[in-house]
């Protein structure tokens, strides 16, 4: 592990983190929903919108505190970010 492992962030960055985390739980349960309810017109467009959130969101956190997913999900800055740790889902 890096020398920021033991680092606590900034209050931010854990409520961009808790956001984050019901964003995605709102995008599974709405998954699930259309799974079995394909033609809700009204549930497809606010599993939409909550992608454009989330997506936006997520972009957000990369920007301040680095990336989120590994394998081309999320670009990193310079020096490599990914030595970096604690990672998102460590906290």
């Known amino acids: 592990m890096s020398e920021n492992a033991n680092q606590p962030f ?3 960055y854990y409520e961009l983190l808790e956001k984050l985390q ?3 739980f709102v995008l599974v349960e709405l998954n699930l929903y259309l799974d079995t309810h394909p033609d809700d017109l009204a549930a497809i467009q606010q599993f939409n919108q909550v992608t454009r959130e989330r997506t936006q ?3 957000h956190f990369q920007q301040l505190y680095g990336p989120l997913q ?3 999900r999320a670009y990193s800055k310079f020096p490599w970010e990914w030595s970096q740790s604690p990672w ?3 906290v």
């Open 10 to 12: 900034d209050s931010q």
């Open 22 to 24: 019901a964003l995605d």
């Open 57 to 59: 969101l997520a972009n």
């Open 70 to 72: 590994n394998f081309g």
């Open 88 to 90: 998102p889902w460590q």
